[in-house]
């Protein structure tokens, strides 16, 4: 089983494509992270096919399970323009 993980912008793939969206996973410890930056999606963007295409954070359940304490795990976000 994995989790996966998508960013869509309520606009076009075009105007979407000028945005990326990086995705970091932290342990408790503070110092072990994972982190993968992605483009935003548009919103015709079917999220299967987005899921299925790879261009999205995608962490197998192993992987999380490293991440987890007490149920929970630190996930962020941080959206910001392509230059």
Known sequence: MADYCAV???G???EASKYK????LRAVNGIEQISKTFLVHGYSED?????NSGKCLNLDEETIKLFVEE??????G???RVY
């Open 8 to 10: 869509q912008m309520n």
């Open 12 to 14: 076009t793939s075009i």
């Open 21 to 24: 969206c990086e995705f970091t």
């Open 47 to 51: 999220f299967e096919a987005i899921f």
């Open 71 to 76: 149920n929970k795990f630190k996930l962020s």
């Open 78 to 80: 941080t959206l910001s």
